[in-house]
């Protein structure tokens, strides 16, 4: 059974051919994720099969997602924590003919909006896209108001989802993590209705007035120091990879619920000290439902906003790896039925360059098909291993072949290296199971 057969053991879409086609389809995306549909497929037959799947009226993008996330759940019962991050992107269709695109940040803009539930553990293993919206916008009228769904609405029912996974695995700690836009007092007051079922731990946007009088951020900016915090903090966005160390604040202060009455939230302040000169201090407020009264609570907490970072590389990976935006597809539904089969290409390579680094002495079959892995030391000149290697050594093989050079001082292979590299592999091994089928 390979990878895809796997994920999908649970599918029904209504018809075994359309279960077939989607298995398959998901397994040429992954094999060749940066390639159009075209090219990911073995032949013009293949393609024109691939796109008649795409526009199957029973080939619902969350049916097609609801296997996938039956495996995140079994996935999800190994472990003690879970984090559920949610944002949302823009995917950018400028120029494409499909039909119901809308506005994205500016109104001359085509395209839809995604905003998925990545779910990962505490130790930052990706364990699946368990929930998801995919929408776009109405334009804007000639008063300037746009009709339509209310958007904040998706952090609300996001977090609701999350809390029902959480009846489903009592014994699992579920958080839902997310960055500013979700600081929303109705999600708050909706957490508490539901008896903070899931825990919450969202980045602070607004500085509020607190009911006995003063603002929210001077009140914790005076709040008792607990200790210090030391993390590295990973290039990106124009910045250089540089050691922080944070000064700790916490405290339980009472904020208006927006109905007359107040919420109990756990304000935490992360305030970088001695930052290099000319660079911006790195500051985060945070507010949560737990407790946070030691230093190693706090800290608990911060790591798991650190690893908020999971959800934008896997926005890259869809983006840049899977190249979604270039999709040549004619209407929308068509597009998010193949997102969700990217949304699945792109966990997967993600959780490969996770596990990795992680669980370095992982049996590469455990991931990988015997296939993918022997091809993986045949296209690097190396002697094929007659057992089974760690999942370490074949990843680091598929990266080299991305263009990962794997000296001594280069750390491990990243995300663009091994979906490049996989493409390669996925060349070779249609190759060698052709010669074998002949």
Known sequence: ?????????????????LNARAVLLAQRLAGKPTESIP???NGWAETQAAYRFLSNPRSDWQALLQSHWSSSMERMRAHDVVLNIQDTTELDFNGRQAKGLGPLSYEAQRGMYLHPTYAISASREPLGVLDAWMWAREPKAADGKRSGIKESERWIEGYE???????????????????????IVALLVRAKELNHAADYLIRCQHDRALPEGGKLWARLAQAPVLGQVRFELPSGRGRKARTVVQRIRVERIDISDGAKGSLSVTCVLAEEVDSPVGVKPVIWRLLSNRAADTLEQAVELLDWYRARWEIELFFLILKEGCRIEALQLGERERIETALALYLVVAWRINRLMRLGRTLPELPADVLLEVDEWKAAYVLNKKPVPKKTPALQDVIRLIAQLGGFLGRKGDGEPGAKTLWLGLRDVAVLVNGMRAMRDS
């Open 1 to 17: 059974m390979n990878w895809a057969s796997d994920e999908f053991k649970t599918l029904d879409l209504g018809d075994e051919r």
């Open 39 to 41: 090219n990911a497929c």
């Open 161 to 183: 989802r999350v809390a029902e996974r959480a009846q489903d695995l009592p014994q699992v700690r579920q958080v839902y993590v997310a960055d500013r836009e979700a600081d």
